[in-house]
């Protein structure tokens, strides 16, 4: 069994990169990931926004806290896959101040054996110094029990400039709080998800430079206020000091620092408007965090970099099928499966009772009223099940046996409206008793050209003009020639002047091309390429240069004339008014840089500037003479396209 969690930036996010964006469904994602619970964080939804192919997933179920006021901000969802798992109990939040669905008692006041417990008391919500509503409304954490463990799905909030440090501090301290109730109470917890802090400077591609900036010591830098909260509750964590009441012992096993303790660079979140992922500049803030006594529940565990979709990359931790439990003070071993479901769904790894959509958590998503007793689309088209066969044979044998059907159906008309549009289905099937002999090919012809002969109108009529609205049909219909006159009329041409005759000639020349472009997909000997055999031989041929046209005495044509119009030219010359400068090169490879927006409040702000275009290194510093970014630097107002620098 594995378990996932993997902050997705937006829950459709991923599926604009690869390999996602091939099936572009979750169901397929959860494959590829290989995962049985996935916990993901920052969906930036509201509920009214999720729809059919987020919550009804065949052999899914699935939980959601969302903000309750902010529109595409936090957010966080868990899958799981009912073939392996299915809490016994869910909740959203962390305080339990929050309501199930269609309750009006909060998840904390509900009777035991109706929420998970270890919730704050009062006293201790009022030393959060922070609405405890406030806290749980913003769609950071949901809860799930299993019999084997409580699993968090958090988001934490992110350092905001110290906008928002007090809220960020009470959410770590009440996520700590709540943690080491349920420890007391004898349950085992697993805490995931984007956690926005890091334990210390293996964790911190940009740690030094912190430390510098802020001019702090490593020790000072490790026991930040939240930091130090974090430190105390992982096993093995930098805490310098006499410990904090109440936090006197550590509770949580980091799985992925248990199985690479000496790894660096082991980032699962960089920076996307520095293009710091390439260079590997980043941090470690995602976590699957276990207790203590569950270390040897674990196979594996791992960060998954390579794969695309967000500004964080997966985590996982890959559990054992067969685990040792503590039942009376003995270890005993049991199959995974039997404490991660309900009691009698399995037994020694074999399901015994199917999986139930009503014996689900209230706060399941596929509970909710829009989406419950509702079926995906997938599962339409299954087919239904097979009736039952009849006891006697010779019923079976008549309700088998096909009916015959007639030779030929009738044509069907679609409406008044088509004219004579008929979609004609002839169909001949062949009767199981005796089958059809084939027709004579003379037959066949016959019946072929009596469907295709239509009574068409005379050629020299015209189709007279419909009243109304045009029939379907009317639109295809070619339309009809315009009459020409004889061709005594043709050669007889009026001649009031040299100037008067080249221009008819001119327009006869451009009208016959245009009639010869049309007939020929139509009619193959038209009279238009009479009329233009018979214009090119007015303009060049001896017979047509005689004395009453003189086109041979005309003067030579000016250069002005034999200037052509290139439309091609002339886009690209009106494209070039409008083109952006060439950006310069950068110094260090000279390739072309990118144009860059000031932000930051000042005097510069929003003025652009030009900066190499390749990502950060791991130094996280611009670099001479490697294949990181070089210190290339110029504002665009001070340069100007064409300079060489």
């Not at 979750?26 to 009214?48: G, N, S, T």
């Not at 010359?573 to 950006?583: N, Y």
Request: proline share 7%.
């Amino acid at each position: 069994m594995r378990l996932t969690t993997w902050n997705v930036n937006g829950i459709r996010n991923p599926f604009s990169y690869q390999p996602w964006s091939t099936t572009k469904t979750f169901p397929a994602m959860f494959d590829i990931l290989e995962a049985d619970i996935i916990v993901m964080q920052e969906l930036k939804i509201q509920r009214k926004d999720l729809r059919d192919d987020m919550v009804i997933l065949d052999g899914w179920d699935c939980y959601f806290s969302l903000p309750k006021q902010k529109k595409g901000y936090s957010g966080v969802g868990i899958y799981t896959r009912n073939s392996t798992c299915s809490p016994i109990r869910a909740e959203e939040g962390i305080l339990g101040v929050l309501t199930p669905p269609n309750s009006t008692t909060q998840y904390r006041n509900l009777p035991e054996s109706q929420h998970i417990g270890g919730y704050l008391s009062e006293m201790e919500l009022l030393e959060l110094g922070v609405d405890p509503l406030l806290l749980d409304a913003e769609g950071r954490c949901v809860c799930l029990e299993f019999p084997a463990f409580v699993l968090f799905g958090v988001y934490s909030p992110a350092n905001s400039n110290g906008l928002r440090d007090d809220f960020r501090y009470a959410f770590l301290t009440a996520l700590d709080c709540r943690i080491r109730k349920l420890n007391k109470m004898g349950k085992r917890v697993i805490l995931t998800g984007d956690l926005n802090v890091s334990r210390g400077l293996i964790d911190t591609a940009s740690a030094t430079e912190d430390i510098k900036k802020a001019g702090l010591t490593a020790e000072e830098y490790v026991s930040t206020p939240n930091r130090r909260i974090f430190n105390q509750l992982i096993i093995g964590g930098e805490v310098y000091g006499e410990r904090d009441e109440g936090r006197e012992q550590p509770l949580l096993l980091d799985t992925t620092r248990e199985f690479h303790p000496e790894r660096k660079g082991m980032y699962t979140h960089w920076e996307q408007k520095i293009n710091a992922r390439p260079g590997n500049f980043g941090s470690r803030i995602d976590f699957v965090l276990a207790s203590g006594s569950v270390r040897d529940w674990f196979v594996h565990a791992d960060i998954q970099e390579g794969l695309f979709g967000s500004d964080h990359c997966p985590v996982y931790a890959e559990f054992k099928n067969i685990v040792n439990v503590d039942r009376d003070g003995d270890q005993i071993e049991v199959k995974l499966v039997d404490i991660m479901n309900p009691p009698g769904v399995f037994n020694n790894g074999i399901r015994e009772k199917d999986w139930n959509i009503k014996e689900l958590p209230p706060f399941s998503a596929r509970l909710m009223p829009e989406f419950y007793q509702r079926r995906s689309i997938k599962d339409m088209f299954k087919k239904s099940a097979a009736p039952a066969a009849s006891a006697s044979s010779s019923s079976s044998l008549a309700a088998a046996t096909p009916k015959p059907q007639p030779e030929h159906t009738t044509s069907e008309i679609f409406s008044a409206s088509l004219g004579s549009f008929v979609v004609a289905a002839s169909s001949r099937p062949i009767a199981p008793s005796s089958p059809e002999k084939k027709r004579k090919a003379s037959e066949v012809s016959a019946i072929q050209t009596t469907k295709k002969q239509k009574p068409t109108p005379a050629a020299t009529s015209k189709a007279a003009p419909t009243k109304g609205q045009k029939s379907l049909k009317g639109f295809f219909q070619a339309k009809p020639k315009p009459e020409e006159p004889a061709e005594d009329t043709k050669e007889d041409v009026p001649v009031s002047g040299e100037a008067g005759v080249v221009g008819d000639a001119e327009e006869v020349v451009g009208d016959s091309t245009i009639s010869e472009a049309t007939a020929a997909s139509s009619t193959p000997h038209s009279s238009s390429t009479t009329d233009l055999r018979s214009s090119a031989n007015l303009r060049g041929s001896p017979a047509a240069s005689s004395a009453p046209l003189k086109l041979d005495d005309q003067p030579p044509p000016d250069d002005a004339d034999e200037m052509v119009y290139d439309p091609i030219v002339n886009k690209e010359s009106w494209q070039s008014l409008f083109r952006k400068p060439a950006a310069p090169l950068c110094e260090g490879h000279e390739e072309p840089c990118k144009s860059m927006q000031t932000k930051k409040k000042g005097e510069n702000q929003g003025r652009s500037f030009w900066m190499c275009a390749r990502p950060l290194g791991p130094s996280g510093n611009k670099e001479k003479g490697t294949q990181w970014r070089c210190p290339t630097f110029i504002w665009c107002s001070d340069f100007k396209a064409g300079e060489t620098r």
